[in-house]
């Protein structure tokens, strides 16, 4: 195991507004979900540094509109080198607050590094298109183009569960399309928050471009989404704050990346013996506190026997415990709420007639592994989220059936399908009512620039650089009259 280089010594924390270090009046204190040791304490922030926050966002919104991409495009190169650098810090600071095993937390950083390096890119290529206006009888002798233009200030609201990455699906397009950033992370992982704040202080990024304000996410949200100021939010979490932000938030434009129940098909011509780590890895992955979380599996019949024995056997080896240890694979739950919510999750289903293939205990506030068996759909543990170590597996008795029990969902964020069949592979991709389909993959598959969202309470808008460079940006027409 590794030592830890966090300080732990200097446990007040500061909130940082128009590029100062700004001291709180309120603190709470913060918990390691592993050990409930206190960690740090954090700054809930007032109603009056939330406004100055906001207004350091609302003033320099002209000096990053008015930057050139290659600039913004710079600070963002040097934000992801400056967190290469920092590599190990990042993945500890993550362990710590989230209590992600440290070698997961080591691939998040990885991917928070990719990207910031896309939207350093893609700064580079937003652009619009010219129209053929004499297209149109009225039209002719005139030219028509398209640019895309900043929206200004954007509310950018995150989760604990990829605090790092997620953060960057916000600031890294915000900042790439010359927009200004009122970052609120999640009160349980601020420290990876304040630790990206001190690094785009150092990359060159004008201050009041990006302000951290923590606190509650109803207060500080509220004030965010009632901000004139605000042009934006920008939100991933829970599908019940995301419902709840939409309904507030009047003509603002809001992007939702919410949860999901996600299923996996496999067909009975599948190589189980290649699957199933991809399957244990889906389901187990950062505790299932992942919103495309494996959390449905719908097994041909012909094969269920010998995949469900392959899998908890599989699951019977994955090492539990201690987030900053390098073997660990599966840790604590983000908090004891969380760990007695699952635990009655899982016995409401026995009590009607589901079965534990393995796990359904914990040790400490890390819930083992489960496997549920003939859990019915109408269960918690299948139509919730269940965000924790928690895997349903039932018998299909045609990719047919399992496409309908996929799509009998109030979610929709990711799905996949193992079969080697052509024909059956793109009919599923047609069928299936969700934002992304993984054909011959677990729906718990994400790279940085691909498009990724989802439908039904899943959200709506899309991230991946590209996409929400779309969503922060307003198209401008300029028609030229030539005659
Ligand atoms: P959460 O409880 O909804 O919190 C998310 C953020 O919203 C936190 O910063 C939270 O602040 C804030 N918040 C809470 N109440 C609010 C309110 N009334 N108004 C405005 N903001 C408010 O979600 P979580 O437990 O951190 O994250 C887990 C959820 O995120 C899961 O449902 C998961 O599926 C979803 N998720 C979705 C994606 C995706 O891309 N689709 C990715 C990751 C996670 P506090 O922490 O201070 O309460």
């Given at each position: 195991?590794?030592?830890?280089?966090?300080?732990k010594?200097?446990?007040?924390?500061?909130?940082?507004?128009?590029?100062?270090?700004?001291?709180?009046?309120?603190?709470?204190?913060?918990?390691?979900?592993?050990?409930?040791?206190?960690?740090?304490?954090?700054?809930?922030?007032?109603?009056?540094?939330i406004?100055?926050?906001?207004?350091?966002?609302?003033?320099?919104?002209?000096?990053m509109?008015?930057?050139?991409?290659?600039?913004?495009?710079?600070?963002?190169?040097?934000?992801?080198?400056?967190?290469?650098?920092?590599?190990?810090?990042?993945?500890?600071?993550?362990?710590?607050?989230?209590?992600?095993?440290?070698?997961?937390?080591?691939?998040?950083?990885?991917?928070?590094?990719?990207?910031?390096?896309?939207?350093?890119?893609?700064?580079?290529?937003?652009?619009?298109?010219?129209?053929?206006?004499?297209?149109?009888?009225?039209?002719?002798?005139?030219?028509?183009?398209?640019?895309?233009?900043p929206?200004?200030?954007?509310?950018?609201?995150?989760?604990?569960?990829?605090?790092?990455?997620?953060?960057?699906h916000?600031?890294?397009?915000?900042?790439?399309?010359?927009?200004?950033?009122?970052?609120?992370?999640?009160?349980?992982?601020?420290?990876?928050?304040?630790?990206?704040a001190?690094?785009?202080?150092?990359?060159?990024?004008?201050?009041?471009?990006?302000?951290?304000v923590?606190?509650?996410?109803?207060?500080?949200?509220?004030?965010?989404?009632?901000?004139?100021?605000?042009?934006?939010?920008?939100?991933?979490?829970?599908p019940?704050?995301?419902?709840?932000?939409?309904?507030?938030?009047?003509?603002?434009k809001?992007?939702?990346?919410l949860?999901?129940?996600?299923?996996?098909?496999?067909?009975?011509?599948?190589?189980?013996?290649?699957?199933?780590?991809?399957?244990?890895?889906?389901?187990?992955?950062?505790?299932?506190?992942?919103?495309?979380?494996?959390?449905?599996?719908?097994?041909?019949?012909?094969?269920?026997?010998?995949?469900?024995?392959?899998?908890?056997?599989?699951?019977?080896?994955?090492?539990?415990?201690d987030?900053?240890n390098?073997?660990?694979?599966v840790?604590?739950?983000?908090?004891?709420?969380?760990?007695?919510?699952?635990?009655?999750?899982?016995?409401?289903?026995?009590?009607?007639?589901?079965?534990?293939?393995?796990?359904?205990?914990?040790?400490?506030?890390?819930?083992?592994?489960?496997?549920?068996?003939?859990?019915?759909?109408h269960?918690?543990?299948?139509?919730?989220?269940?965000?924790?170590?928690?895997?349903?597996?039932?018998?299909?008795?045609?990719?047919?059936?399992?496409?309908?029990?996929?799509?009998?969902?109030?979610?929709?964020?990711?799905?996949?399908?193992?079969?080697?069949?052509?024909?059956?592979?793109?009919?599923?991709?047609?069928?299936?009512?969700?934002?992304?389909?993984?054909?011959?993959?677990?729906?718990?598959?994400?790279?940085?620039?691909?498009?990724?969202?989802?439908?039904?309470d899943?959200?709506t808008?899309?991230?991946?650089?590209?996409?929400?460079?779309?969503?922060?940006t307003?198209?401008?027409?300029?028609?030229?009259?030539?005659?």
């Amino acid at each position: 195991m590794k030592n830890a280089t966090v300080n732990k010594e200097d446990l007040k924390r500061k909130l940082f507004i128009n590029g100062e270090w700004v001291v709180g009046e309120e603190h709470a204190a913060l918990f390691s979900p592993y050990s409930q040791e206190k960690i740090a304490d954090i700054p809930q922030a007032t109603s009056y540094q939330i406004e100055e926050a906001i207004n350091a966002a609302y003033s320099v919104r002209e000096i990053m509109a008015s930057m050139p991409s290659y600039k913004r495009a710079e600070i963002l190169e040097n934000l992801s080198s400056l967190l290469k650098k920092n590599e190990q810090k990042a993945a500890e600071i993550i362990a710590l607050e989230a209590a992600k095993p440290l070698k997961t937390a080591l691939g998040e950083v990885a991917r928070t590094i990719e990207t910031y390096k896309f939207a350093a890119e893609e700064a580079k290529r937003i652009h619009g298109e010219t129209i053929p206006m004499d297209a149109a009888i009225n039209g002719e002798n005139r030219i028509g183009f398209t640019s895309r233009e900043p929206i200004g200030v954007v509310g950018a609201i995150t989760p604990f569960n990829f605090p790092m990455n997620l953060v960057a699906h916000k600031v890294g397009p915000a900042i790439a399309s010359g927009n200004t950033i009122v970052l609120k992370p999640a009160s349980q992982t601020p420290l990876s928050a304040y630790f990206l704040a001190e690094l785009l202080e150092e990359a060159g990024l004008p201050k009041g471009a990006l302000n951290v304000v923590t606190g509650s996410g109803r207060i500080v949200g509220d004030q965010l989404i009632k901000s004139d100021k605000v042009k934006m939010i920008t939100f991933t979490g829970s599908p019940e704050v995301g419902i709840s932000i939409r309904n507030k938030a009047g003509l603002k434009k809001v992007t939702l990346e919410l949860g999901s129940n996600a299923g996996v098909i496999v067909d009975k011509d599948t190589d189980l013996e290649k699957i199933i780590p991809r399957c244990i890895m889906g389901a187990f992955s950062n505790q299932g506190q992942v919103c495309i979380s494996l959390q449905r599996i719908y097994v041909h019949e012909e094969i269920y026997e010998q995949f469900k024995n392959r899998f908890i056997s599989a699951t019977e080896k994955l090492v539990c415990g201690d987030p900053l240890n390098m073997e660990t694979e599966v840790s604590a739950l983000i908090s004891p709420q969380d760990v007695d919510r699952s635990l009655q999750w899982i016995r409401e289903a026995v009590a009607e007639g589901a079965e534990v293939g393995i796990g359904g205990k914990t040790e400490g506030n890390v819930l083992l592994p489960t496997v549920m068996l003939k859990a019915k759909q109408h269960m918690k543990v299948s139509c919730q989220e269940v965000f924790a170590p928690i895997v349903l597996i039932n018998p299909i008795s045609s990719v047919k059936e399992g496409i309908k029990l996929i799509n009998d969902s109030k979610y929709g964020l990711q799905a996949g399908i193992f079969t080697t069949d052509i024909q059956t592979a793109l009919k599923t991709a047609k069928e299936l009512h969700v934002g992304g389909v993984l054909i011959n993959d677990v729906p718990t598959y994400r790279v940085d620039h691909m498009p990724y969202g989802g439908v039904k309470d899943s959200g709506t808008g899309r991230e991946g650089i590209r996409y929400a460079i779309e969503e922060m940006t307003e198209l401008k027409l300029v028609i030229f009259n030539q005659d």
